[in-house]
């Protein structure tokens, strides 16, 4: 039986840098948010279910998903969200299990999920929660330069994730992204070493 981790901290933190070098040693790597947007591309299997809930105008002319309006609309309002989340939810799950039954062979892999605090669902399938953790400051300069998003935006996007210390609490592992990339590559070089010991025996 493979094991799985779940990989996650809050916007630039570092948490896919930390999964490609996972990915790096061989492990096997999961991405949801991946498996959400796919869920939701044109053909997507989500769709059906999203036009039932939310009509045609969540649409555009060519049947696109308009995702910047859905977005606007689930961070409005409670109930539009939960009923987004019921729909989703259920075939994330599912296209990540199936995803899963690849890697029979695997000691362990990790699956990446940006919005675990927020979304405890998703901690069913896993065995164990690794949090990449740095200061909000950090997370706010790394992004800046990544993304050309404004302060001010990103501040916005924090305010709506997780705060800090609820990632934490959920965390069995926690690697701190403070320093540089080398250090970031030495600790997963590390972490990887621990889960291999811990799942392999
Ligand atoms: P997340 O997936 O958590 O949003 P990323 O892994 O995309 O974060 O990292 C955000 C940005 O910060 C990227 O440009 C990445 O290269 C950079 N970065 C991540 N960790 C470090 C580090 N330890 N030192 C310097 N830059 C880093």
Redo the contacts with the bound molecule.
Sequence with gaps: MTAWVGLT????????????LFAQHGVPLIDADAVSRALTANGGAALPAIRAAFGEAAFDFSGSLKRDALRQLVFQSPEAKAKLESILHPLILAEIRAQQQQFPQAVYGII?I?LLAEQPVFQSILQRILV?D?SEET?IR??I??SGLTRDMINGILAAQASRQQRRSIADDLIS?????P??AAAMERQHLIYQQLFGS
């Design positions: 901290g809050g916007i630039g933190s570092g948490k896919s840098t930390a999964a490609r990446e940006p990449i740095c997370q790394r992004t330069e990544r992204n403070e320093a540089g990339l250090e970031l």
